[in-house]
């Protein structure tokens, strides 16, 4: 309603000011604000007065209409051309209005990313800005949900300006303080940044946007902990090839030493093309070269979490986010060193022998009780593994709330029924454990957190149940509700699922909010239910069949999570030092079930809210 204007104003500290607004309601609006007497809201369609306006601004701000569509193509003179632009309305818009530029006049515009996509093409408005001499000299990411509930799409703010530069300055916002300060210092001296959100300066021809830069410096990093290296994409596949869009299409020619890798979903990479899912017809076929790298060890990398935070690199498109080619073939893989080529086909047939080793323990299973009396034979090929050892090594991979409780339960012997009530303490330590998880990711967004609130307090009510006097069912209820929403913005907006959680790390949001996991609590809040709160005394046998019941459940936590969290630990914070707008913490990492806890230094691009929330 042309409120933008008033702040702008205030902070300018401008001469002359004038708005335009398509509503006429508008300026009746703004006349009865504080602060806006001195303001021109001239009422009509934007991009038509713009056109014809020949003043000229020191400044232009505008928080653009995205994905409407423009009626008619705008006539635009370059040189000794009149060229017609077709392209989105705000798009056009922009284009516009920066005409109206002075010499060293800036224009400073919201948009989504498709403005860095598709209007960079030929014919397009940012492609015609560029031709004016007018380019992106800065881009500024809004984190994902910044426009929730209205939209979910990533936007930056771009800052347009006269200039033959043709690089810019890409950052992203937060709403620490400190941050905002190090990242408008950082602009204005033309200088990156401690870290990517604070700046980099970047070629604006290939920029596509903030997320992609971080995420590289992420894969550089990562990569260098995993100790591999960078190949530039053609120096390992030669050839690439692309499933054809037909409703009739059967398929690419099988070749050797190829990978199938799908261009939008985070289905599994594979080696086959029928081990893809049948719906599943958009797929790149890469074919790697034997000499540089083994198809298996390059599908099998792809499927993890580094793999899939790769293949997020490089998708774009604002609805539906695919992998291009041209960017597919400008990136880099990481491999082991070629001096340890030969360590590929051992990692592979490392992983071959652990798959041996899941069908063997299946097979011992189906023997068993297809003739449990032969439980001796089963017993003797059982030993082979070491269990017991391995189970303690993965409780030492937990957060400390959950690994210490745990070790309890391995470590300590008594009655079944001693036995299963610890472990029932482990399930609603769990529960409430991730239902905190949880909340804290979405009551940063508090519209969002508002319609949750609403959800579980309805399903608290039906169930008698209420966070006042919380209970094993109190929990159970926020995580079957949290974790459905988690699940359902991982599939519709990833971004915003990234940036409510703080992590890019697929295989973690996928792990704290599996189904498998919601009912693994619930079967335990029952048993609760059945055996603790509402009984007397348990006959011996009883209890041992209720004890083996949660150890049932505890092996599906464990499937499920895995080693997981050694990618999202829980940590203390300790002492702080800010330098150049990075907090750099001294924290203990509170994992595991031993104590003390082992000190570490992180460095944060925000700083860690010592607050709470009701």
């Not at 022998?353 to 023997?367: D, Y």
């Not at 470590?411 to 905190?436: C, M, P, T, V």
């Not at 319609?451 to 399903?459: E, I, M, V």
């Not at 971004?495 to 409510?500: S, T």
Request: hydrophobic fraction near 40%.
């Amino acid at each position: 309603m042309g409120l933008l204007t008033i702040p702008v104003k205030e902070r300018l500290n401008t001469k002359v000011i004038q708005a335009y607004s398509p509503n006429e309601s508008d300026r009746e609006v703004l006349r009865l604000l504080d602060g806006a007497s001195d303001i021109t809201l001239v009422p009509g369609d934007p991009l038509a007065l713009n056109h014809k306006s020949s003043s000229q601004f020191d400044a232009i701000v505008a928080c653009i209409p995205w994905g409407l569509a423009a009626k008619t193509p705008l006539e635009v003179r370059v040189g000794s051309h009149t060229l017609s632009v077709a392209d989105d309305y705000g798009h056009l818009l922009i284009l516009a209005s920066c005409q109206h530029l002075s010499e060293k006049g800036i224009g400073v515009f919201v948009v989504p990313n498709s403005f860095f996509f598709a209007s960079g093409r030929s014919g397009k408005a940012r492609h015609t800005l560029e031709q004016l001499g007018i380019r992106l000299t800065a881009a500024i990411e809004l984190p994902a949900g910044t426009f929730q509930p209205f939209t979910g799409i990533p936007t930056h703010i771009v800052v347009l300006q006269r200039t033959t530069d043709e690089t810019l300055f890409a950052g992203k916002y937060s709403p620490d303080l400190k941050h905002q300060e190090a990242l408008l210092k950082n602009i204005r001296e033309g200088k990156e940044g401690e870290s990517p959100s604070l700046g980099r300066i970047v070629p604006s021809e290939t920029f596509k946007g903030y997320s992609p830069i971080e995420m590289e410096e992420k894969l550089v990093e990562q990569s260098r902990r995993m100790g591999l290296v960078g190949y530039p994409f053609r120096e390992v596949v030669t050839e690439v090839n692309r499933s054809a869009k037909s409703q009739n299409f059967e398929g690419l020619l099988e070749k050797p030493n190829s990978v199938y890798l799908p261009e939008m979903a985070t289905t599994s990479a594979t080696m086959s093309q029928e081990a893809l899912p049948e719906r599943l017809k958009s797929y790149y076929q890469l074919v790697v070269d034997p000499e540089v790298a083994d198809a298996a060890f390059v599908a099998k990398l792809l499927n993890t979490s580094f793999g899939q935070l790769w293949r997020d690199s490089l998708r774009s498109g604002t609805t539906i986010p695919r992998i291009g080619k041209s960017q597919l073939e400008a990136s880099t893989l990481y491999l082991p060193p070629k001096a340890a080529k030969g360590l590929q086909r051992q990692v592979i047939d490392c992983d071959q022998h652990i798959t041996r080793l899941i069908s063997e323990l299946k097979e011992l299973g189906a023997q068993l009780w297809k003739r449990p009396t032969a439980i001796d034979k089963v017993t003797s090929s059982l030993r082979t593994v070491n269990r017991e050892e391995r189970f303690q090594d993965w409780i030492d991979t937990l957060p400390f709330p959950l690994a210490s409780i745990l070790w309890v339960c391995h470590a300590q012997a008594g009655s079944y029924r001693e036995q299963y009530e610890r472990k029932i303490h482990f399930f609603e330590a769990l529960a409430e454990f991730l239902a905190i998880v949880h909340m804290s990711a979405f009551v940063s967004h508090l519209s969002t957190w508002s319609d949750l609130k609403k959800r579980f307090h309805s399903a608290m009510t039906t169930a008698s149940l209420s966070l006042e006097r919380a209970t094993f069912g109190t929990w159970v209820v926020l995580v079957e509700v949290l974790s459905a929403e988690t699940r359902r913005v991982l599939e519709k907006e990833p971004e915003w699922c990234f940036e409510l959680f703080k992590t890019q790390n697929r295989k973690v949001l996928e792990a704290v909010s599996f189904k498998r996991i919601v009912s693994a609590v619930k079967t335990a809040n029952k048993i609760r239910n059945d055996w603790i709160g509402h009984t007397g005394a348990v006959r011996d046998a009883n209890a041992r069949a209720v004890n083996e019941q949660l150890i049932e459940q505890i092996s599906t936590v464990r499937e499920t999570f895995g080693v997981v969290w050694e990618e999202y630990e829980l940590v203390l914070p300790g002492s702080c030092k800010m330098r150049q707008g990075i907090w750099d913490y001294t924290v203990k990492k509170v994992m595991g079930s031993r104590t003390p806890f082992p000190s570490e230094n992180v460095e944060l691009t925000e700083g860690i809210p010592l607050c709470q929330h009701r």
